[in-house]
Each structure stands twice: as C-alpha cells, then as structure tokens.
C-alpha cells in the first residue's frame, strides 16, 4: 500500500471519529445522556509514527483541544473543525464548502451501480453509500430525528421508477447555473446574478460538476427544464422556481419544507445530488 493510501485511510479514520463525536455532542446539546467516544488507537499511532499528512497532524491536534462541555459549545465545535478537515481535504471540497456552507442544502455523491441511476439517487438519499473519493458530503439532516419516521428526511422521494415523470434533463450550461443559484436563500436575499463574486461562483459550481467529467448528464425537478434546458437559474433567481417535489409535505420537529431545487449529475461510475431547501 502507498503512502497516499495510508494517508487516505488515516484522514477517513480521523474523519469518521469525527462524525461519531459530533452524534454525541449533538445528543449531549438536546440534554440527552450520550457517551463521547475515545480516540482509536490506530488514529493515534498514525499521527505520531509521521504515516499521515500535515493535514492528519492537524486535525489530530484540533479534536485533541476539542472543549466537551457545554453541550452547544462542544458541537459548534466539532462540526467547524469538520468542515475545516473537509476545506483543507481537496480543493472539490473547499469549491463545494465556498458555494454551499451556509445555505441549507444536501450535497452528496456516490457509485454508480445499477443501469437506472434512480436507484443510486435513492441510495444516497437513504445514506446508504459512501463517497467513492472519501470527498465532502454535506448533510445537516443525517442525524435528524425526524428520518427516524421518514428515513430519507428531508426528502420524501418516489420510487425510482417514478423519477423521470418529476425530472427534466439539463444542457451542462443550465446545470451549472442551477447549481449556483443553491448559493442563495430562499427569501430573494443576495441573489447571486447581483453579487459581486457572481463569476467566482459560478466558477466553483462548474469546477464541481466537472467532477463527473466530459460525458455526465444533468437532471433538474425544475418545471421550466422541460422546455428550457439551457435555462439562466441564476438570471432568474432562486426564489419563485416552480419544481416537482421531492421532500416531504409532513412538518417534522417543529420545521416545515416549503420550497426546493435539486440537480442530479450522472456519469458512468459516479452520481451526484444537490438539493437546496427553503423552510420556516
């Protein structure tokens, strides 16, 4: 095995612990019992043997410092440092954490297995498979009570069979936009065609999608796709899309879904979903 492998699985070990201590402090913040577990010895003696990466020495050095208590102050942190190992991780990651951090949004990617890759969208959204490059997922809802009753929540899909009645494909122009305009929140504040980093994001949303490279195919649950494939999500703006829904109508935890845009990219061995969400 490389040294790029032993990096790897060191940084996927690293990051594991990471999301295991976030569950607990996540429990620990609603007042919940929750056991906040140790660092694996593996992780350990890879940081000190010199195997990993500066960026391993890092983050091992970070969750060391983590404050356990209180509650809220403990997740806050452990979810920035995260996202600062996923920043750091590849530059996909930190193009996908500049365009998407701070909207509320689901971004995920994962094998293609199966002829109709509706069966791969519905793996992710059941969180079934893993990111086959060990890249960033962002997914404030995996420990959502709510998937407890809706185990896709906050989406609340059909059955594969029923995806293409709900979804239009995309030219690669169209999707980039659509993409970029998941910067924005739903109230019609800060549209992006009126940003002054409006190419940067627009930059970022195609270097994210160039992931699945030269031969992907985009699909949107954008009603104006059927007729516009190359439509300016940007130009027109995040709020007021018309779309077919993909997320549940049953308010969960005191939320209600109200609006959303999704983007499906699809290439021979990888499937991406971004979906953006509007809720009060």
């Known amino acids: 095995m490389s040294t790029a492998d032993d990096d790897r699985i060191a940084l996927d070990l690293l990051d594991a612990h990471l999301e295991d201590l976030w569950r607990a402090a996540d429990e620990l913040q ?43 102050v403990f997740a806050r942190s452990v979810g920035s440092t995260l996202m ?35 069966e791969d969208v519905l793996a992710l959204m059941h969180r079934k498979v893993p990111d086959p490059r060990g890249w960033l997922r962002i997914d ?35 999707a980039v936009t659509a993409l970029a305009v ?3 929140e739903w109230d019609g504040y800060r549209p992006v065609r009126d940003r002054p ?24 649950n954008a009603r104006d796709a059927s007729s516009h494939p190359a439509r300016d999500f940007v130009r027109a703006g995040l709020k007021g899309t018309e779309v077919h829904t993909f997320i549940t109508g049953e308010p969960m935890n005191g939320l209600d879904l109200f609006e959303e845009l999704g983007l499906i990219a699809v290439s021979g061995d990888e499937v991406g979903v971004f979906w953006s969400f509007g809720a009060y």
């Open 30 to 72: 609603r007042g919940n019992r929750a056991v906040v577990p140790e660092t694996p010895h593996r992780l350990a003696e890879t940081a000190a043997n010199g195997a990993a990466t500066e960026l391993l020495r890092w983050g091992y050095g970070e969750m060391a410092g983590l404050p356990h208590s209180p509650g809220d």
């Open 197 to 220: 980093e409006r190419d940067a994001l627009l930059a970022d949303a195609q270097f994210l999608l160039d992931r699945y490279g030269p031969h992907a195919r985009f699909w949107t």
């Open 182 to 184: 998941m910067a924005e």
């Open 84 to 118: 600062e190992l996923g920043r750091r991780r590849s530059p996909w990651n930190a193009a996908a954490l500049r365009l998407l951090e701070d909207p509320y949004v689901f971004l995920a990617t994962g094998p293609r297995r199966h002829e109709d890759w509706a």
């Open 140 to 174: 404030g809802d995996r420990t959502n009570r709510a998937r407890s009753t809706v185990p896709t929540y906050p989406f609340e899909p059909p059955p594969a069979a029923g995806f293409r009645d709900r979804l239009h494909e995309l030219e690669p122009a169209g």
